[in-house]
């Protein structure tokens, strides 16, 4: 892209400030900032136009689980086809890691945290000790893909090598870039935080498979014969990854994504709900449902949407090659953005100050015909690390570690 394009480009966006110090930059960073520019989705900004507008939902129906019970009946089974499809290297496994670990105080990939007290156990570690259980049972290495973001990718693949994988096969480990999206002002105005850089975000996890197939890796997932992704957050240290019993049964099912859910703690714990809306599968947000959705329930007392998310899915290649161009809903965000003030400054708000854009993995679910809605034992698999203290804390992380026997 040369000046003029950029220029012509962003002018009936009235977004020309971007180009301001065009003039005082290296023949390099001239370069980058036309990038940029170029890859610049300037339709995003529509979204804000007649103010912030949260997608709206259907009609909105409850959708049961095949429950622990369930499970328990045909886990054999299950299971057996599971392994069958690792050993035929039919299953990857896509680790969401784009984030930093700001919100626990700790300013580095969230992965690289320490969850260990008598001795060093980071968070990439225990899901990769997690992955190789799984390696090792079905005696068949499990293609990893993991996605980072521009601000963290040189640390995690730094950290991986420095570790040496943490054991795990580096000839099946592939790592790409989360796509960015920009930040924008209340007035509209994309945002700088240098004079050679835009002020961008990673684009929110629901980018996953538009940013790796950008990478080139849905060439790799075919050459290797690849037909289903277990996609999973990088926070959960009890995640269970590639899970046979889970794969078996998405495949008997025969459905295209299935979703681990666990119970509800109670009918106001904060979590997405797997349901059912205008008859596909869908993921409804706690703050999106009525009072009377949240504790309706059927002849036997029990909770109608009763199941919530754990950010465990497992999604058919081929239906996710063939929903890639399919547009998926946007979610504006209120952030504090750090932005270059009039005088070329940097300033670092202490309040909101724009807009940011994000996909979310959960809106893949409504693209999909069908889903597995499948319990998990709260206990055994989900134990996130989102706060620096009480629920979803590193410290209740570290009691239901010690539950599970694993040493830290």
């Given amino acids: 892209m040369t000046y003029e394009e950029a220029l012509q480009k962003l002018a009936p966006a009235g977004q020309e400030h971007l180009l301001r110090y065009y003039g005082e930059l290296s023949e390099g960073e001239q370069e980058s900032l036309l990038s940029q520019i170029e890859a610049l989705d300037l339709s995003l900004l529509e979204l804000i136009k007649e103010g912030v507008q949260e997608v709206k939902k259907g009609k909105i ?15 054999d089974g299950y299971e057996k086809k599971g392994l069958q499809a690792i050993q035929a290297c039919k299953v990857g496994a896509v680790l969401l890691a784009g984030g930093q670990g700001t919100r626990l105080g700790f300013d580095k990939p969230k992965g690289m945290l320490n969850v260990g007290v008598n001795r060093e156990l980071y968070l990439f570690e225990q899901l990769i000790h997690n992955l190789l259980a799984v390696v090792k049972q079905a005696d068949a290495w499990v293609p990893l893909f993991i996605m980072t973001s521009e601000k963290n990718n040189e640390d995690t693949t730094r950290f991986f090598q420095e570790k040496k994988y943490f054991g795990y096969n580096p000839d099946y480990v592939y790592f790409f870039v989360q796509d960015m999206a920009p930040s924008v002002g209340y007035d509209g105005r994309i945002y700088m935080e240098s004079k050679a850089k835009l002020a961008t ?7 996953w498979f538009s940013s790796l197939a950008k990478a080139g890796l849905l060439d790799k997932i075919r050459e290797l014969g690849v037909e289903w992704l277990n996609v999973f957050a990088v926070d959960n240290v009890l995640q269970k990854i590639a899970d046979p019993v889970f794969v078996g049964a998405t495949i008997e099912a025969g459905c295209v994504c299935g979703a681990k859910v666990v119970a509800k703690a109670e009918p106001e714990e904060r979590v997405g709900v797997l349901c059912l809306e205008d008859g596909k599968p869908s993921i409804v947000e706690y703050y999106e449902m009525t009072d009377e959705i949240i504790h309706s329930r059927d002849e036997d007392g029990r909770l109608l949407y009763n199941y919530g998310v754990i ?4 999604f058919g290649v081929e239906t996710l090659t063939r929903i890639m161009n399919e547009r998926m809903p946007v979610h504006v965000v209120e952030k504090k953005i750090p932005y270059l003030d009039e005088n070329a400054e940097l300033v670092k708000p202490e309040e909101p100050n724009g807009y940011k854009f994000e996909e979310l993995v959960l809106d ?19 134990a996130p690390i989102k706060n620096r203290t009480g629920v979803d804390s590193l410290e209740s992380a570290r009691e239901l570690m010690a539950y599970n026997g694993i040493e830290f």
């Fill in 311 to 314: 950010l465990n899915y497992l």
């Fill in 364 to 382: 893949m679910i409504h693209m999909m015909d069908n889903c597995l809605s499948y319990e998990v034992e709260r206990s055994r698999e989900f």
């Fill in 61 to 75: 129906e409850p959708l049961g689980a095949v429950t622990l019970e369930e499970i328990e009946e045909k886990k």
């Fill in 201 to 207: 975000s990673p684009n929110g996890n629901g980018g």
